[in-house]
């Protein structure tokens, strides 16, 4: 009954088709099915999306407020593609903000990253969207980079992990799209810049994440604006279907990076792109015309066509059955998951001992604290690009330290005269200077006067708009908010401020807010505590209250390396139109050139102390398993997050790869021993000629270590 009844077409023949699938039809064949209903102009309006490109200007008002549609055919009921992004939570409406990607890297959780995974997905599904593109996969190559806030951080595992988690929970409810690819870590000239790369750092470094999160289900891959190797992403066919599809045999769909994303109609379809974002653009121009013209072979529409109609019936088939209320958007459940995670996230980078003691948790009958900063009395929930989620509240870390400690006199200055400032530090029992970035720092660099506009169509290309267009772009990108950092470093004013409050106030904390890593060197010796608190999403100012108050555990560990200088650091030109991506960054280039970390890769403090032994391990080209006894030596309760790092210990200077993790929580005294897999693929290199994977050569060695480590003498061979 259902095949005959796709087979007649209709309003119902996607629905008949879904529950085909969900019988056990195969899916490739009820693609197929659907494919023979379709008519010449339906087939090519799968491949872009369905909104007119005239409503280009109007994008920003309608992102928070409805999903972008590709794809949709009413006469056959197939609902299309339906579009949201956000990887800190649901872009439209009011949503759950959650920490921003990189904060939750900080927890080292893949099943605290799923539960949020699973999260998003159902709020995106409760608004409409069945497509959600919250899985950023890219690598952080450099601090500076203003979307650091929305990947993993700088290690290919973790990310990998961390990314495939995110995957998973998607799934459940939408399918989850994963970006960009590749080669995608800077933003002011994301539409131009042409990256070099050779064969073994990029098959080696800056993909296996992506590959990890197509292992894990993905069912979509969005591409980047940027070149690879002369050749803009959307048409890359090496990548796209080399690499993509023939290598790794993802069977999923590949959409545009929006607008100016996709540069040729038939080019990038016969590279492998299917899908162009979000409107009738490029493809809706030229394709029907190359359709009758024998350019476009119809065989060639049908092959995206049916990666696209197979991926969406696989997803309406397998998703969870219950359909989610709009009551779980925003709901008590997820705030109390957003608060979790945001305590998960936060980083303890140091905490001095005063009169004996360690400065925080701060003590319970504390009679007065000095709460210094702007930013303490405003929610500050990161970039406001496509990725911005709109809250129905957000907490402050001032509220929440009032609420926290209602017994005690919490004061707070803004900061900007800095006597002021310190004569209330001074008086104070305890001082919380709260500084950092906001979205005028970093974030998606949405205007730019670096991008083509001759996409839009011949008349920017050639015409007389296209020098006005460009030259409004151009003012435009001098007063928009967001783009890549300028500065490593907080504001010197704000650095003058933490020196001031410190020198009033021996006890004084510094919270840090921002998305990557910030240098510290000119005062943080003179400060006894330092947090860093990411952007913490709607309950970040609760999260930093119960973790300076000793009410939780500070969770996390640094997913990237911070410094004590910037040279240190790969070079970083935020106009760049060429770079070369080599595999020396972060903790690597550090190790690779002797440069100590002011705090390592997998750095963090907690309320208590582990002691980690190495019982034994098995490992070969395929991977392995090791067994660590970690104790909790503390007097409380608390987490630490236990690393295996590996290294070619014949090298001069050894540089750690890590390898694998796991996040122990023990009650005060206990002790376990935790048995953690061992990621084979740090450890083998890939054949160019082949594409076959081997051991790279050298004197492999393992250890568990807490952050990663510079001395390698209790190291045992791995292999």
Same mark, same amino acid.
């Given at each position: 009954?259902?095949?005959?009844?796709?087979?007649?077409?209709?309003?119902?023949?996607?629905?008949?088709?879904?529950?085909?699938?969900?019988?056990?039809?195969?899916?490739?064949?009820?693609?197929?099915?659907?494919?023979?209903?379709?008519?010449?102009?339906?087939?090519?309006?799968?491949?872009?999306?369905? /909104?007119?490109?005239?409503?280009?200007?109007?994008?920003?008002?309608?992102?928070?407020?409805?999903?972008?549609?590709?794809?949709?055919?009413?006469?056959?009921?197939?609902?299309?593609?339906?579009?949201?992004?956000?990887?800190?939570?649901?872009?439209?409406?009011?949503?759950?903000?959650?920490?921003?990607?990189?904060?939750?890297?900080?927890?080292?959780?893949?099943?605290?990253?799923?539960?949020?995974?699973?999260?998003?997905?159902?709020?995106?599904?409760?608004?409409?969207?069945?497509?959600?593109?919250?899985?950023?996969?890219?690598?952080?190559?450099?601090?500076?980079?203003?979307?650091?806030?929305?990947?993993?951080?700088?290690?290919?595992?973790?990310?990998?992990?961390?990314?495939?988690?995110?995957?998973?929970?998607?799934?459940?409810?939408?399918?989850?799209?994963?970006?960009?690819?590749?080669?995608?870590?800077?933003?002011?000239?994301?539409?131009?810049?042409?990256?070099?790369?050779?064969?073994?750092?990029?098959?080696?470094?800056?993909l296996p994440q992506f590959r990890a999160t197509i292992d894990a289900g993905a069912d979509s891959i969005m591409t980047a604006y940027n070149?690879?190797?002369?050749?803009?992403?959307?048409?890359?066919?090496?990548?796209?279907?080399?690499?993509?599809?023939?290598?790794?045999?993802?069977?999923?769909?590949?959409?545009?990076?929006?607008?100016?994303?996709?540069?040729?109609?038939?080019?990038?379809?016969?590279?492998?792109?299917?899908?162009?974002?979000?409107?009738?653009?490029?493809? /809706?121009?030229?394709?029907?015309?190359?359709?009758?013209?024998?350019?476009?072979?119809?065989?060639?529409?049908?092959?995206?066509?049916?990666?696209?109609?197979?991926?969406?019936?696989?997803?309406?088939?397998?998703?969870?059955?219950?359909?989610?209320?709009?009551?779980?958007?925003?709901?008590?459940?997820?705030?109390?998951?957003?608060?979790?995670?945001?305590?998960?996230?936060?980083?303890?980078?140091?905490?001095?001992?005063?009169?004996?003691?360690?400065?925080?948790?701060?003590?319970?009958?504390?009679?007065?604290?000095?709460?210094?900063?702007?930013?303490?009395?405003?929610?500050?929930?990161?970039?406001?690009?496509?990725?911005?989620?709109?809250?129905?509240?957000?907490?402050?870390?001032?509220?929440?330290?009032?609420?926290?400690?209602?017994?005690?006199?919490?004061?707070?200055?803004?900061?900007?005269?800095?006597?002021?400032?310190?004569?209330?530090?001074?008086?104070?029992?305890?001082?919380?200077?709260?500084?950092?970035?906001?979205?005028?720092?970093?974030?998606?660099?949405?205007?730019?006067?670096?991008?083509?506009?001759?996409?839009?169509?011949?008349?920017?290309?050639?015409?007389?708009?296209?020098?006005?267009?460009?030259?409004?772009?151009?003012?435009?990108?001098?007063?928009?908010?967001?783009?890549?950092?300028?500065?490593?470093?907080?504001?010197?004013?704000?650095?003058?401020?933490?020196?001031?409050?410190?020198?009033?106030?021996?006890?004084?904390?510094?919270?840090?807010i921002g998305g990557s890593a910030i240098l510290t060197e000119s005062w943080r010796d003179r400060v006894p505590a330092v947090l860093l608190?990411?952007?913490?999403?709607?309950?970040?100012?609760?999260?930093?209250?119960?973790?300076?108050?000793?009410?939780?555990?500070?969770?996390?560990?640094?997913?990237?390396?911070?410094?004590?200088?910037?040279?240190?650091?790969?070079?970083?030109?935020?106009?760049?139109?060429?770079?070369?991506?080599?595999?020396?960054?972060?903790?690597?280039?550090?190790?690779?050139?002797?440069?100590?970390?002011?705090?390592?890769?997998?750095?963090?403090?907690?309320?208590?102390?582990?002691?980690?032994?190495?019982?034994?391990?098995?490992?070969?080209?395929?991977?392995?398993?090791?067994?660590?006894?970690?104790?909790?030596?503390?007097?409380?309760?608390?987490?630490?997050?236990?690393?295996?790092?590996?290294?070619?210990?014949?090298?001069?200077?050894?540089?750690?790869?890590?390898?694998?993790?796991?996040?122990?929580?023990?009650?005060?005294?206990?002790?376990?021993?935790?048995?953690?897999?061992?990621?084979?693929?740090?450890?083998?290199?890939?054949?160019?000629?082949?594409?076959?994977?081997?051991?790279?050569?050298?004197?492999?060695?393992?250890?568990?270590?807490?952050?990663?480590?510079?001395?390698?003498?209790?190291?045992?061979?791995?292999?």
């Open positions: 009954m259902a095949g005959r009844s796709i087979e007649r077409g209709g309003p119902h023949a996607w629905a008949d088709a879904v529950r085909a699938v969900q019988r056990g039809a195969d899916a490739d064949a009820t693609a197929d099915r659907l494919l023979g209903l379709l008519r010449d102009r339906e087939l090519l309006g799968l491949l872009d999306g369905d /909104a007119p490109g005239w409503m280009l200007p109007l994008i920003p008002l309608l992102q928070p407020r409805r999903p972008f549609t590709a794809g949709a055919i009413p006469r056959l009921g197939i609902p299309g593609v339906r579009f949201t992004d956000g990887a800190r939570g649901v872009v439209l409406g009011r949503a759950t903000a959650f920490p921003v990607a990189i904060a939750r890297a900080a927890a080292w959780d893949p099943e605290l990253e799923e539960r949020v995974g699973v999260a998003i997905g159902l709020e995106a599904r409760a608004s409409g969207a069945n497509y959600a593109a919250s899985v950023c996969v890219n690598l952080l190559r450099h601090p500076a980079w203003g979307r650091a806030q929305e990947c993993y951080g700088e290690d290919p595992l973790l990310t990998g992990v961390l990314g495939s988690a995110t995957t998973r929970g998607l799934r459940r409810n939408v399918m989850a799209c994963v970006k960009h690819f590749a080669l995608n870590s800077m933003e002011d000239a994301r539409f131009e810049v042409d990256v070099d790369v050779d064969e073994h750092a990029l098959h080696e470094v800056y070149r690879i190797r002369g050749e803009y992403a959307d048409v890359n066919r090496p990548l796209l279907t080399g690499v993509l599809r023939e290598e790794w045999g993802f069977r999923g769909f590949t959409t545009s990076d929006w607008v100016f994303g996709t540069h040729a109609a038939v080019d990038s379809l016969a590279a492998g792109l299917d899908v162009e974002m979000p409107l009738r653009l490029i493809r /809706a121009r030229r394709l029907p015309r190359a359709a009758r013209s024998g350019r476009l072979p119809r065989a060639l529409a049908e092959e995206a066509g049916r990666r696209i109609l197979r991926t969406c019936l696989l997803h309406a088939a397998q998703r969870d059955r219950a359909e989610p209320a709009r009551t779980v958007i925003a709901s008590p459940e997820h705030r109390a998951l957003a608060k979790e995670a945001a305590v998960a996230a936060a980083v303890l980078l140091r905490n001095e001992r005063i009169d004996g003691r360690p400065l925080l948790p701060l003590p319970p009958d504390i009679g007065s604290v000095a709460v210094i900063g702007a930013a303490a009395a405003r929610p500050n929930l990161g970039d406001h690009g496509s990725s911005r989620v709109r809250p129905p509240t957000a907490d402050t870390p001032l509220d929440a330290l009032r609420a926290a400690l209602p017994a005690a006199d919490v004061c707070w200055d803004a900061g900007r005269d800095e006597r002021t400032a310190t004569a209330l530090a001074r008086d104070a029992d305890a001082a919380v200077v709260v500084v950092g970035y906001d979205q005028h720092d970093e974030g998606e660099s949405v205007v730019t006067g670096r991008v083509d506009v001759g996409v839009l169509g011949s008349v920017f290309r050639r015409g007389p708009l296209r020098p006005v267009v460009v030259g409004l772009a151009h003012l435009a990108a001098r007063f928009v908010r967001g783009g890549d950092r300028e500065r490593l470093t907080l504001r010197p004013h704000d650095e003058s401020l933490i020196q001031a409050v410190a020198a009033a106030n021996p006890r004084t904390v510094v919270v840090l608190a990411w952007y913490g999403g709607m309950a970040g100012g609760a999260a930093i209250a119960d973790v300076l108050t000793g009410a939780a555990e500070p969770g996390g560990r640094l997913p990237f390396a911070i410094p004590t200088d910037a040279a240190h650091l790969p070079p970083f030109r935020r106009l760049a139109r060429r770079v070369v991506y080599d595999d020396r960054w972060g903790q690597r280039r550090l190790d690779a050139d002797g440069h100590p970390a002011a705090h390592p890769f997998g750095w963090g403090l907690g309320y208590t102390d582990f002691a980690l032994t190495w019982e034994g391990h098995r490992f070969d080209d395929g991977g392995g398993e090791a067994q660590v006894r970690v104790e909790n030596v503390g007097a409380r309760a608390g987490t630490t997050v236990m690393q295996l790092y590996g290294a070619d210990v014949s090298r001069d200077r050894p540089v750690a790869q890590l390898l694998g993790f796991a996040k122990v929580r023990l009650d005060a005294g206990a002790s376990s021993t935790v048995r953690v897999a061992i990621d084979a693929r740090p450890t083998l290199e890939r054949d160019p000629e082949t594409r076959t994977w081997g051991p790279r050569s050298g004197d492999w060695r393992v250890l568990a270590a807490q952050h990663a480590p510079s001395d390698w003498s209790a190291a045992v061979p791995l292999r």
